[in-house]
């Protein structure tokens, strides 16, 4: 027999390497396939542990990656898509959420685009209500696509175990999950969020009380450039005209600046307290929760242990209410009614008391109590910043009585569709329907200007101040998208 060259050798070498490596890569495979749901469980089952594989809330991780999937297709080809454009246009672009992520890393073309017809539609209307943001429609469907898939197979025993395993929903997500269970159903999720809140690593807990917020990295960006321009004027006309000197709705200004100096005033007094913070760190809502932890960690982290032991004290209540419930077997309600006939008391009301008792609905009892759980106090800086908004309006429309006022507002950024719309009196007024429509009409012609420049055969031009309207097209849409400011921190490429 002859003997093996040398080539041939190797050839071997490497043939047998590659079989090595497709044995440890179907081993690896085969390994991730073990922790998938059996296939003799029903279908619905196995969607529910295919959502509790990982440990975390599945509502967030969810809905954080349906999030990202919806502006990857927005991005490719729904941006051009009649529906999508339908929807945009009605809604006037998206919410001030969901348009700081169209703007990171999306392309500038693509932006005067979506923001081209956008704008033509504010020009063309006199109303300007806004429909649902396309964004939060898919998030909302999402969230309620993630319930409805786990929380009513939680009585499955595999699920349960998978949802106790791995932590089950985050806070919020748990509230929203409660609002539509039966009892048995709440119970789980209740005990579940019960076990995490007390057992909650510092880590862990501003996910777990907060749930997820892709958005607050953005916001705390784009927040900076407002306090660098709060500067407290002379007097009351003197403060008005320094915000209408900015290139910026006032309103949005003047309410980011204080929303921004209660989370400071909020950060100050964690940090003077050396045990819990103020009281009003219990009440923040998530978003707020989480401005306040890009801000201060320690600080965040108060608010955390404040809103855990609240709510554990409410889980507590709920499952107590839950145990005191009326039995649903006749035998159990005819002796909890012979209780109550026999408990001290007057005389005459026994008959009426044993009645009520022993026909005592089982669900509405616990619909109280679950409505007691479920209801959640307003956020502080929420309604701070609402009040701000409404009195800052309010200004602005007696302000615009002045001959001066009304003639420097003619030459300025003026406000937003968004507080035109929402704050009453100011649509009705002149000068600000005027400059709006009048800054509307010449963003709309910036943004056919470059679109125009986009296309191969006037690829001569150099561009010109339309390469960045859709940037000032937001913030005459919606300044609270750039939180007040210009919204020039962070956004597109300038790639075409």
């Known amino acids: 027999m002859a003997s093996t060259t040398p080539a041939r050798a190797t050839a071997s070498k490497k043939g047998d390497e590659a079989i090595e490596l497709k044995t440890k890569l179907r081993a690896t495979s085969t390994t991730r396939v073990e922790g998938l749901p059996p296939r003799e469980q029903p279908r619905e089952v196995r969607e529910a542990l295919q959502l509790l594989l990982h440990p975390g809330c599945p509502a967030c991780r969810f809905c954080d990656h349906k999030d990202a999937k919806f502006f990857d297709w927005f991005e490719i080809e729904k941006y051009g898509q009649q529906p999508m454009v339908k929807a945009m246009r009605a809604s006037l672009g998206m919410c001030p959420a969901h348009t700081r992520q169209l703007v990171t890393n999306r392309s500038s073309w693509l932006l005067t685009t979506v923001y081209g017809y956008v704008v033509s539609a504010a020009v063309s ?4 209500t806004r429909a649902t943001c396309p964004a939060c429609a898919d998030a909302r469907w999402a969230l309620q696509h993630v319930l409805g898939l786990i929380v009513p197979q939680i009585r499955e025993p595999a699920v349960r175990k998978a949802y106790a395993q791995t932590g089950g929903f985050c806070l919020p997500h748990a509230l ?11 119970v789980v999720i209740a005990r579940t969020l019960l076990g995490q809140l007390e057992g909650a690593a510092v880590d862990d807990g501003v996910a777990l009380v907060a749930g ?3 958005d607050s990295a953005l916001r705390h960006v784009h927040r900076q450039p407002v306090l660098e321009t709060a ?9 008005l005209a320094d915000r209408l000197a900015g ?16 989370l400071e005033w909020l950060l100050s007094e964690s940090l003077r307290h050396d045990t819990d913070g103020p009281a009003e ?3 923040l809502c998530p978003s707020h929760v989480h401005d306040l932890t890009c801000l201060s960690v320690d600080a965040g982290i108060k608010a955390v242990g404040l809103q855990a032991a609240s709510a554990a004290a409410g889980i507590r209540r709920l499952l107590e209410e839950v145990e005191g419930l009326p039995p649903c077997d006749p035998v159990g309600r005819l002796q909890l009614a012979a209780r109550a006939f026999g408990a001290p008391g007057s005389a005459s009301k026994r008959p009426r008391r044993a009645l009520a008792v022993g026909l005592a609905s089982r669900k509405q009892s616990y619909a109280a109590a679950r409505e007691i759980f479920v209801r959640r106090q307003p956020c502080p800086v929420c309604q701070v910043v609402v009040e701000t908004e409404r009195r800052s309006g309010d200004l602005l429309r007696i302000a615009l009585l002045d001959a001066d006022v009304s003639d420097r507002y003619r030459r300025c950024h003026g406000v937003c569709v968004h507080h035109a719309a929402t704050i009453a009196g100011l649509a009705e ?3 600000v329907r005027e400059r709006l429509h009048a800054r509307l009409s010449l963003l709309g012609w910036e943004l056919d200007e470059g679109v125009r420049k986009s296309a191969w055969q006037w690829r001569f031009e150099p561009p010109g101040p339309e390469a960045d309207a859709w940037r000032r097209a937001i913030t005459q849409l919606d300044g609270r998208a750039f939180l007040g400011s210009a919204g020039t921190r962070g956004g597109a490429s300038e790639d075409t």
């Open 247 to 262: 290139e910026a709705c006032p309103i949005c200004n003047h309410a980011c600046q204080t929303e921004h100096r209660y």
């Open 429 to 431: 007024s002149a000068p």
């Open 212 to 214: 997820s917020d892709t």
């Open 125 to 128: 209307r006199t109303d300007w």
């Open 231 to 239: 500067e407290p004027g002379a007097s009351t006309l003197g403060a």
């Open 176 to 186: 929203a999950a409660i609002r539509s269970a039966s009892i048995e159903e709440a």
């Open 281 to 283: 760190a219990r009440g």
